[in-house]
C-alpha cells in the first residue's frame, strides 16, 4: 500500500552546516583545455626527487 506522506526533503534532515558546503571543484576545471598546458598530477613534482639516489652497494670481495 502506497504511503500517503511527503516525499523525502533534504532540507529536514540534513543540517544548515552541511546543506551549506559547496561542493568539490577540481583545480582542472580552472584552466581552459587549449593544448598548452602542462598540468601536474597531484603526486608530481616539477622539480625532481628531493633526496639523491641511493649509492650502489659495494662489490669488493672483502666486504661479503
Wanted: hydrophobic share 30%; charged share 15%.
Amino acid at each position: 500500500m502506497p504511503s500517503s506522506s511527503s516525499p523525502f526533503n533534504l532540507q529536514t534532515c540534513a543540517r544548515p552546516n552541511i546543506l551549506a558546503l559547496q561542493p568539490y571543484r577540481c583545480a582542472r576545471d580552472d584552466y581552459k583545455d587549449d593544448g598548452t598546458n602542462i598540468l601536474l598530477d597531484a603526486n608530481e613534482n616539477a622539480f625532481g626527487p628531493s633526496l639523491p639516489p641511493p649509492s650502489p652497494a659495494p662489490t669488493s670481495p672483502s666486504r661479503l
